[in-house]
């Protein structure tokens, strides 16, 4: 079945950016009508969804965090990547990826999710 | 963005116990609301999606009903392993808007 993985640095200064990808396995990331989406918890808090890629290159950002957000995909590695600039304390967090899977009937919902990253944001 | 609200924060109950977790959204969302399970220090993985549909593989104990703007989610008798915080999610218009938990735990 598909699986997903994070990988990336753990530690990131303020004001940098954050870069993180994540891998796609058990399927292509370009079959099935699916969505790529990042999400992500601060320590001890809830979820956040970040913003989603589709195969075709189109992204969708969530407004909180829009104007430093870059989602991309490479479909030839199966992989897509999250770029977070401008990062402060408040960007701690485990950062998911999920694909997000959908229906004409019932919305969106994610499935499977990675198994997360920590990034901690700190000099 | 339409604001997703779950009660109780926490709660406690006993093995074979009937558990029911609400979530209520800031407008209607028809049914387009998923719920998440996750058990600590592991990534929140799917229950139900579209209200009540039971995602493949898990168990029956777990359901889901409602619409418009209020939703729950049942679990007929609990087990020692459903210890986790439970996320409700609607996915009705962007950004996807997810509750803030509610936990619980197993006396």
């Known amino acids: 079945q598909v699986q997903l993985q994070e990988s990336g640095p753990g530690l990131v200064k303020p004001s940098q950016t954050l870069s993180l990808t994540c891998t796609v396995s058990?399927?292509?990331?370009?079959?099935?009508?699916?969505?790529w989406s990042w999400i992500r918890q601060p320590p001890g808090k809830g979820l956040e969804w970040i913003g989603y890629i589709y195969s075709s290159g189109s992204t969708y950002y969530n407004p909180s965090l829009k104007s430093r957000i870059t989602i991309s995909i490479d479909t030839s590695r199966d992989q897509f990547s999250l770029k977070l600039s401008s990062v402060t304390a408040a960007d701690t967090a485990v950062y998911y990826c999920?694909?997000?899977?959908?229906?004409?009937?019932?919305?969106?919902?994610?499935?499977?999710w990675g198994q997360g990253t920590l990034v901690t944001v700190s000099s | 963005d339409i604001q997703m609200t779950q009660s109780p924060s926490s709660l406690s109950a006993s093995v074979g116990d009937r558990v029911t977790i609400t979530c209520r959204a800031s407008?209607?969302?028809?049914?387009?609301l998923n719920w998440y399970q996750q058990k600590p220090g592991k990534a929140p993985k799917l229950l139900i999606y579209?209200?009540?549909s039971l995602q493949s593989g898990v168990p029956s104990r777990f359901s889901g009903s409602g619409s418009g703007t209020d939703f729950t989610l049942t679990v007929s008798s609990l087990q020692p392993e459903d210890l986790a915080t439970y996320y409700c999610q609607q996915s009705y218009s962007n950004p996807y808007t997810f509750g803030q938990g509610t936990k619980l735990e197993i006396k």
């Open positions: 407008q209607r969302i028809s049914s387009y």
């Open positions: 579209a209200a009540s």
């Open positions: 058990g399927g292509s990331i370009s079959s099935g009508d699916y969505y």
């Open positions: 999920a694909r997000d899977c959908n229906s004409i009937r019932g919305g969106h919902w994610f499935d499977p």
